[in-house]
Each structure stands twice: as structure tokens, then as C-alpha cells.
């Protein structure tokens, strides 16, 4: 008797791997109140329209993410499993649980890009472990966005996650990323929660050499965006006055 060989997906969506278990797919999500089609090309969109399974940092708002797509899915239907920085370790085996059964899932975090200044690393090196095969997508990422709109070096960076909130700490910090950017020619990116952002700005132009940029991207692919880069002694405070209302990222270059 001839094989029928089952007929090959008629719209195949880039990414898609090939694997005995299932793949756990990066899926970076908006960086606010924006159209998912503003901001992730329509292969993501149709690759995390077709998953039943998630990972998320936050599962609110992975509902109304999921819930602006054209699922394939009801959304009650959907599996969102929780991952955040108070998940402890010996629950990431089960989150892997419905990938080892051969089924698809997503891993999201609750803006930007999953796994880069947000839980899901150790995730993800379980699942290399695992021989679970990983595809990041693609989507905005405002770390890379800042840098790329700051007219600050993107051939030698780093990014450094939250600075100390305790002020003496934290100025003490930023003294020694403008001496390694000074040293290394190394551009310097960190963030701030957004009601910190006005300490942290006020502390970069407290601390920092007259010649030092500094630069600040604000609410990046949103409608009230706004990216600036200055030496320190042309910036003042007023200029960003509701930064603490704004999601921002900070860069300097001594």
C-alpha cells in the first residue's frame, strides 16, 4: 500500500523548527499601548496566534496581548503558565512539561523582548538542556532601540539591568561607569522603575563630568516618544520633568 504523505502547511511561518519535542519560541510582545502590528512583523504575529502554551512574566497582560491577535484559539483555551523573579527554581521543570509532551510554547515577557532585563534565562537554559530547540523572534527591544537612537557607540556597549536605589550607592555606581566608559570607549546603558527615573536623572547630571553624554529614551515606540543625548552640562532637569511617568532607558559616554 502507497504512504499518504500529510500535506505540507500551505502557509509556513518562518521559525517554525522541526523537533521530537515541542520548541519554545521567544516572542517579544509591545512596549505599551501599541498595536501588535505597529511593532512585530505578521510572522510573529501568525507564529504566536497558532500557540496554545505560554510562559509569561505577567499573566495579565499576556491576556490582552494574546487577546489583540487573531487566535486561533478561544483564550480561555490558552495555557498561560507564570514566570517572574519569584519563581523558584525547581518549578522551571514544569514548565517545560507540555514541550517535552511535543507541544509548542511561548515564552513572553510583559514588554520588549523575554529574557533580556526580564526573568527567562534559566528557563531557556533548561530547555538547552533539555534539547528543547529555542527561536527567538523578532520584536522591539528598547535596550537596542536606545542605543541605536542615541548617536552613542553600538560597536562596544554594555548594559548593566537597575543601578542601587539608595542614592549613595547608586552615584558611587555611576562614577565607575564613567570611568570604564571613559577607559574603554564603552557606551553604558542601564534602566530605572519609572518612578525612580527622576533620582536616577538627577543623579547622572549630579555626578557626571561637564563632558559627558548622557542620554535618555523615553516611551520608545509609543506616541509621546522622546530620545535626547547631551553632555552633561547642556541637560536640565526641566527638560524631562515627568520623567518619573515614563518608561525610559539611560544611556552615558564619557
Known amino acids: 500500500m502507497r504512504r ?8 509556513p ?3 517554525a523548527l522541526p523537533s521530537a519535542t515541542g520548541a519554545l519560541y521567544l516572542i517579544p510582545v509591545p512596549l505599551g499601548p ?23 512574566e505577567n499573566a495579565k497582560s499576556a491576556r490582552a496581548f494574546l487577546k489583540s491577535l487573531p487566535s486561533e484559539s478561544p483564550l480561555q483555551e490558552i495555557d498561560i503558565q507564570p514566570l517572574d523573579e519569584h519563581t ?8 517545560l512539561a507540555p514541550l517535552l509532551a511535543g507541544h509548542d510554547a511561548g515564552l513572553i515577557s510583559e514588554a520588549g523582548c523575554p529574557a533580556v532585563a526580564d526573568p527567562g534565562a534559566a528557563l531557556i537554559a533548561l530547555a538547552h538542556e533539555a534539547g528543547i ?9 528598547s535596550i537596542l532601540l ?7 557607540s553600538g560597536q562596544n556597549f554594555s548594559f548593566h539591568g537597575y543601578l542601587p536605589v539608595k542614592d549613595g550607592p547608586r552615584r558611587k555606581r555611576i562614577r565607575e561607569l564613567e570611568e570604564e566608559s571613559r577607559r574603554a570607549g564603552r557606551t553604558q546603558l ?18 557626571c563630568s561637564p563632558r559627558t553624554r548622557i542620554g535618555i529614551a523615553a516611551d520608545l515606540t509609543l506616541p509621546g516618544q522622546r530620545i535626547m543625548t547631551k553632555r552633561r552640562d547642556a541637560w ?15 544611556l552615558l559616554s564619557a
Open 4 to 11: 499518504v504523505m500529510p500535506a505540507a502547511d500551505p502557509s
Open 13 to 15: 511561518v518562518p521559525g
Open 34 to 56: 501599541a498595536p501588535a502590528r505597529e511593532v512585530l512583523p505578521e510572522a510573529v504575529i501568525a507564529r504566536a496566534a497558532r500557540l496554545k502554551h505560554f510562559i509569561a
Open 88 to 95: 523558584p527554581p525547581d518549578m522551571l521543570p514544569r514548565l
Open 133 to 141: 530547540p529555542v527561536a527567538p523572534l523578532v520584536g522591539p527591544s
Open 146 to 152: 536606545a542605543l541605536m537612537a542615541s548617536g552613542l
Open 190 to 207: 542601564f534602566i530605572e522603575t519609572p518612578y525612580r527615573n527622576r533620582r536616577m536623572f538627577e543623579s547622572l547630571l549630579e555626578v
Open 236 to 250: 536640565r532637569v526641566a527638560e524631562f520633568s515627568d520623567i518619573d511617568k515614563h518608561p525610559a532607558v539611560f
